[in-house]
């Protein structure tokens, strides 16, 4: 039998208590607990990306992290980020600038690059690859998420 454990963190801004197991993954937590299926689990190694997620800001592999970690912290998917349903400058630009083919990378790149947006509103080019590195894409080619990432940046 699997020990159990309760956490209580902030998802998206709003305090939740979940009793899971012990063993259990956030990205799991977050997507069949909690239903919010926007945070992507790809290669479940931590090598792609689709799974990030902000822990107090920062972007995390959720598929690296278990649920009982988070205990205690805020956690924002890409469902956070828009909570009215309307698309962030970011996720317009990806959409205008054609960064969105397939889609399944895009909760991730999107949570990256927030993220950096957050701490550095002018980033360079170099500095946005950097934050993306982390984040694997098979359709784009990553110039046009680069793009797209400048031009939120301009736009805010």
Known sequence: MSKTVTIKLFLNGKPEEATVAANMLLATLIRDYFGLTGTKIGCGTGECGACTVLLEGSPVNSCLMLAAQADGHSI?????????????????????????????????????????????????????????SGNLCRCTGYVKIIEAIKKAAQES
Request: net charge negative; with cysteine; proline share 9%.
């Open 76 to 132: 924002t998917t890409i469902e956070g980020l828009s909570p009215d349903g309307k698309p962030t400058k970011l996720q317009e630009a990806l959409v205008e600038e054609g960064g969105v083919q397939c889609g399944f990378c895009t909760p991730g790149v999107v949570m990256s690059a927030t993220a950096l947006l957050r701490e550095n509103p002018h980033p360079t080019e170099e500095e946005i690859r950097s934050a993306i």
